[in-house]
């Protein structure tokens, strides 16, 4: 196997990450296999679905209180998503929250374990 090296700046690498997250890639060499060789990578979790299910969750929301991405999913469903795929399913998220135009949530702290806790915004 050969190894292939690419410089991004700052602002590439922001850009080529976000159409990452964006099209479910946890990461840019898995996104450039993807648009190379059409190749997806083999993942057990299925990121367009936890995100739907994330979005349905926010929706059903009626208070205003403080909510982590854990808080959205039934918790055997969470307890059976490993590190990596949270860690990127939140990566997801945060990226299209400020992105904008997806759901009327906003980031409003992290806790002492790292995780980004959101707030529903008033529509």
Known sequence: MKLVRLNFSDEEYKDIY???LE???AS???YLRYLLFNEKPETTFDYEELLKQFEKAVSK???SK???VRDCFDS???ANIDISARR???RMIIHKVEKGGWLPIVPTKKDSGNAQWY???SE
Do not use: H, S, V
């Open 119 to 121: 707030k529903k915004r």
């Open 88 to 90: 990127t399913l939140g």
């Open 66 to 68: 403080e909510f982590r």
């Open 23 to 25: 099209n479910g890639f």
């Open 76 to 78: 055997t469903i969470w």
């Open 28 to 30: 840019i060499p898995e």
């Open 61 to 63: 929301r009626k208070d």
């Open 18 to 20: 976000g159409k990452a």
